[in-house]
């Protein structure tokens, strides 16, 4: 049977799927991709893996690259999965097929196995992934074959093989809740959570952050920094990538920020409810747009506005590594140059407030916007400006003219 490199989390689907590539007779490699998960003890996955029988079991440490070359340039887009997600496990799967593939050609292997399901996001995001980096790599994605799924319908079965062969996992027949986890967030699905009249606030335990209404009843405020739209500093103080963002996971964790329950539309073309923790992503898009509003042109940002969706699909539905998101990669690094400002937040129950900004960059003019008499813009000007601008519309009115 085949070398393979098995893309592991330690969670149910994964342990299950070790000890079936071992009871196939595979020789298992097993990755665990270290990005900043809060909650998971990482020596105690790695045993867990040699004890189902990996041949090897190793950790990567990407935090930095998955916030420097991964997030932050999203966080410049602005972009978010209809309006609401901030796609923190898309961003990830990608740098994990990355990695996992580097470790594949160190063993030489010529499979690449991973947990998604046949219905989800994720196999898309590892096999387009694999596809553009190594594209003579095969990818096996056991819940898509029905001797997989005729023995293991549904994670209730695989909780339960677990408990007969010992294997420690999180998830219980009670709380069946599927979970990805990084340092950018905590996704939950499944379980109660597929039923919509369920308060999914109220029924998760969180990892990160606590619901609004148990947050202090003292605000706090954190001062963040940008240059060229890339968070360097919280209050003051200079931190990596992956320090930021641990950092603000904390603070804003804290005051319940961050938390979003939504119903999406998954790739594939079903609708799926998910509940996510992001904290410390959901601070610095609401200060890196505050920092652009003063620093960048009108016209730019709303082009780059206007292309933050497509943006976003393309990490949603695992297009990383293509021309297009090359070509989109190049354009924001050029359009967030003068991004560059510092912003300060006071956040309470949830709530994220501004409480002053400025940038060496600004294009705020207080002479031009005051409200009070004087100032160096001239009023009369505007009377020629919309007469200009009204010129289409006079002449459309006389060829038709609108009832009212």
Known sequence: MAKCVLAYSGGVDTSVILSWLVEQGHEVHAVYVDLGQPCEDRETILAKARQIGAKTAQIIDAREELCRDFAFPVLQ???????????????????????????????GCDLFVHGATGKGNDQCRFQLAAE??????????????????????????????????????????????????????????????????????????????????????????????????????????????????????????????????MVENRFVGMKSRGVYEAPGMTLLYFAHRQVEQITLDRDVMHLRDRLAPEVAELVYYGFWYSAKMDAFLAMIREIQKPVTGEITLVLYKGNMIVDRRSSPNSLYDEGIATMEGGGDYNQSDAEGFLRIQGLPLRVQARIRPRSF
Not at 79 to 107: F, N, W
Not at 200 to 225: C, N, R
Request: contains cysteine; glycine residues 8%.
């Open 77 to 107: 887009w602005q972009a978010r999965y209809e309006d609401l997600y901030l796609m923190g496990t898309s961003i990830a799967r990608p740098l994990i097929s990355k990695v996992c593939l580097q470790v594949a050609r160190q063993h």
């Open 132 to 261: 553009a980096l190594q594209p003579g790599i095969r990818v096996l994605a056991p819940w898509r074959l029905a001797e997989f799924r005729e023995r293991f319908p549904g994670r209730k079965e695989m909780i339960a093989y677990c408990e007969q062969r010992g294997i420690p996992v999180k998830a219980t027949a009670s709380k069946p809740y599927s979970s990805d986890e990084n340092c950018l967030h905590i996704s939950y699905e499944a379980g109660r959570l597929e039923d919509l009249t369920v308060n999914g606030v109220e029924l998760i335990e969180f990892g990160m952050t606590v619901p609004p209404q148990k947050a202090p009843d003292q605000s706090e405020k954190v001062t963040i920094a940008f240059e060229s739209g890339i968070p360097v500093s919280v209050n003051g103080e200079k931190l990596s990538p992956y320090g930021i963002v641990n950092c603000l996971n904390r603070i804003g964790g804290r005051h319940g920020i961050g938390l979003v329950d």
